[in-house]
């Protein structure tokens, strides 16, 4: 196996710690360097040569050529097939791997993108939109039923242990009061296994990168939360309607 020498392009998200999630259950050295959103630096020449979509997160493996790559899910499958040789979080066995597969397309193709949109309408847009409040509301539940449900008398998704399935639907499920679910207290299953994957110490070390988690500081006090969002909208630019 190689040495890996990683840079990870990351902010504050749940999309950044999912990969800060791997690098760390891995024991994976990597210089994390946070790219301002505010300042649009992720959308500067240098850092759309390393993602052309302009978003966090991204690496770039120094040890593979300055291999780049982007979008999370890829970031964690290319970080297993590199440097996770005994398959701890990408099972080797065909089948579980699959399996984790499928809870990752799940994650990226439905929840990350309805819960994402489920927080910009409750929380972070310019309008209180009620039909799309309630569209997405909905459907980010209808998927943690899903999770719910595929958790009954298991502790992990897959296979009896913790994979990449479990670390990258955490990551969003766990952040679930800001997209304006304020609990998860009707899937039982589901508020267990968050509790189950944050209580893991290398998760623990992978939420505070590139900043230190403050997701229960902002659920105990609406002030920080207010100002959370003034500045995400700050940052983000969602201040108003007009395209960016
Ligand atoms: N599907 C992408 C989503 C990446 C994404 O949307 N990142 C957000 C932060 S969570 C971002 O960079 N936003 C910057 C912007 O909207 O300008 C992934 O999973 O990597």
Redesign the pocket.
Known sequence: MTTPDITFYT?K????V?VSIVLEELGIPYKARE?S?KD?E??QPWFLKI?P??????ITDHSRGDFHV??????MIYLCEHYDPEGKLLPKDPNLKSQVIQWIMFQ?GGL??MQ?QAGFFNRYGPEKIPYAIKRYTDETKRLYSVLNGALESKEYLVGNKFTLADAINFSWVRVHFLSGIESIDEFPNLKAWVARIGARPAVQKGLNVPVPDNIQELMDNSEKLDESIKNARIA??WNSTDE?
């Open positions: 902010a998200s749940p999309n950044g999912k790219i959103i649009d992720h959308k993602n979509n302009g978003r966090i997160p991204a982007f979008e999370s899910g890829a970031i990226m990350g993108p994402g983000f630019k960016k």
